[in-house]
């Protein structure tokens, strides 16, 4: 389980959020499945749930070079037919590629860890009044543990 801050870069801006994920699998193959929440309830926020197809290419080093690739849903705001923003959330199907480095801590019977992550998500499925948005990029530093 990992907990972390979190942003969103896309166009010229930076929208500042909170990451969250489940790992499964022991070997250098797993899933996991996260949720990032980005100024949620604000003009520009998204919310974004993922599953995702990892490789843990650390061995049994305390640096842990981690790759990942899944896909998702992301919740935006609405548009209309004229691309106005209005009320309620809209749906986005999103792919996404995740690079992170992790560092095992050095405690005893625990699977400790601090990573830094960087998700590119590409937009790929829009649903009706989704906006049309281009890709954008989650940089994210989390603390995790395990057992």
Known sequence: MHIGGAGRTYSDRVTPGVMAALDFGRGPAGFRASGAWLRVGSEDGVAQYTGELTL??????????????GAGLARTYRVDDTGTRTGGGSS?????????????????DVDA?????????????????APDLAAWMIGAATVGVGF
């Open 92 to 108: 986005i199907g999103v792919g996404l590629l995740r690079v992170a480095l992790e560092y095992r801590l050095p405690l005893e």
């Open 113 to 129: 860890r601090a990573g830094v992550h960087l998700v590119g998500t590409l937009p790929a499925i829009r649903g009706e009044g």
């Open 56 to 69: 843990d290419a650390g061995g049994r080093s305390r640096w842990r070079p981690v790759l990942g690739a």
